[in-house]
């Protein structure tokens, strides 16, 4: 016998053993805000991922095991690995990697050691020594550790974004203080409303810990591997002027790349998408329109913390910002760059000016003025048209081509 009553909007079945609490409503509702996440136009991880990455996996596999034969029928040869207190390690070529030599150290060391350095090269710290090499170890505090570090997580970006949008990945690169990854995505923008998912799926791949390989293929090889992407066959047939160049691979993202990479994405214990923009394919205006995401992340969440609270700081101390506030200046979409002065920031402008001619009569100095528009012929015989004719802003006049002046210098 059963017996059914309700309990705050869901229902309890009595058996004889006991309760069984059965959340009907909330069930409901976890439906309901799916549905209405979908109508809004949310993104969330495509299913099935597009067909492109399963042709590429199994062309990896296939390469994967000629490069593993190839390793196979290498020579038994010891090698000497030299540190840098001038200690030195025998090893084995082709077998030994940088992670060994680490952990035979101890373990602490091959945990915190971001990157190799085999003979001044940054070398993965799961591939293996090919000679006798000169070894360092890096850490998060050396700033080449750090371009590696956020190489990698451009990759875990790069990854997320194949698996959410789809489209075709072109550059991703470590910057000053983070990275980005652009993507060819032509059906729909990308916003900051995305941001979460993305964050979600990344802490998946951080947790599944998948390595970081490599392998050096030809480019015949490399072009039937990206044979779906016309930005990485552009890269393969411009950029690239050897016989082989290398791909890495972290979980199903398999991407064309010099390396090198962290161990595996476990690495990364703490990542934050900060913004989002558009940009063309290598800057080039005439170009295709592509979607840039950045990130940043660190080796331990407090690290992202303490970065945050940097950000909110310099955020206070904005001057775009303060300009606003103090009724100083502000800018507008038809002027940027080129701020307006209100009264208070005139006065501020025109004292700091008084004070500079000033100290032009204290110094010795005469001041001149000179013209802001130069016909194109000044440029060409200072010699700067060569070089910066693309970035200036020129402009014809009666058959003659004439442009602003690019630096601060008077122009006589």
């Given amino acids: 016998m059963l017996k059914l009553f309700n309990f705050r909007g869901g229902c309890v079945v009595r058996f004889k053993e006991g309760y069984a609490f059965a959340t009907w409503s909330k069930t409901k509702a976890m439906k309901e805000k799916k549905k209405k996440a979908e109508d809004s136009g949310a993104v969330s991880e ?32 010891s090698v000497v690995v030299t540190l840098p207190d001038g200690k030195t390690v025998e090893a084995k070529a082709w077998k030994t990697t940088p992670y060994d030599v680490a952990k035979g150290i101890s373990q602490g060391l091959a945990d915190s050691t971001i990157i190799a350095r085999v003979n001044n090269e940054l070398w993965d710290l799961d591939r293996p020594l090919e000679g006798d090499c000169k070894l360092e170890l890096l850490r998060w505090d050396n700033t080449d550790a750090q371009a590696v570090f956020w190489h990698s997580s451009a990759h875990m970006l790069g990854e997320a974004m194949e698996r959410v949008y789809g489209g075709c990945l072109c550059y991703g690169p470590p910057i000053d203080e983070g990275f980005y990854y652009d993507m060819y995505y032509p059906e729909k923008g990308i916003s900051s409303t995305d941001f979460h998912v993305l964050e979600g799926l990344i802490k998946k791949i951080a947790k599944e810990k998948q390595p970081f390989e490599r392998l050096e293929l030809t480019k015949e090889q490399l072009l039937e591997m990206f044979d779906y992407n016309p930005f990485k066959v552009r890269i393969l047939k411009e950029k690239v002027n050897t016989p082989t160049t290398t791909v890495y691979r972290c979980g199903p993202l398999i ?13 990364v214990k703490a990542l934050k998408v900060t913004k989002n923009s558009a940009t063309y394919w290598e800057g080039k205006a005439d170009a295709e329109s592509l979607q840039r995401i950045y990130g940043v992340s660190f080796p331990e969440p407090k690290q992202l913390k303490e970065w945050e609270t940097i950000q909110e700081e310099a955020a206070k101390r904005d001057h775009r910002k303060i300009g606003k506030e103090q009724e100083l200046f502000f800018f507008h979409e038809l002027s940027p760059g080129s701020c307006f002065f209100q009264p208070r920031g005139a006065h501020i402008y025109n004292t700091l000016v008084n004070f500079i001619k000033e100290q032009y009569r204290v110094r010795g100095f005469q001041e001149v003025v000179t013209p802001n528009m130069y016909n194109s012929k000044l440029w060409q015989t200072s010699g700067h048209w060569a070089h910066y004719a693309e970035n200036m802003f020129s402009f014809d006049v009666e058959k003659e081509t004439f442009a602003l002046k690019p630096m601060n210098c008077p122009g006589h």
């Fill in 255 to 267: 991407d064309l790349c010099r390396g090198p990479h962290v161990r595996h994405t476990g690495k």
């Fill in 46 to 77: 495509l299913n099935p991922w597009p067909e492109f990455i399963k042709k590429r996996i199994t062309l990896w596999d296939k390469f994967k095991q000629q490069h593993a034969e190839e390793l196979a029928s290498k020579p038994d040869m």
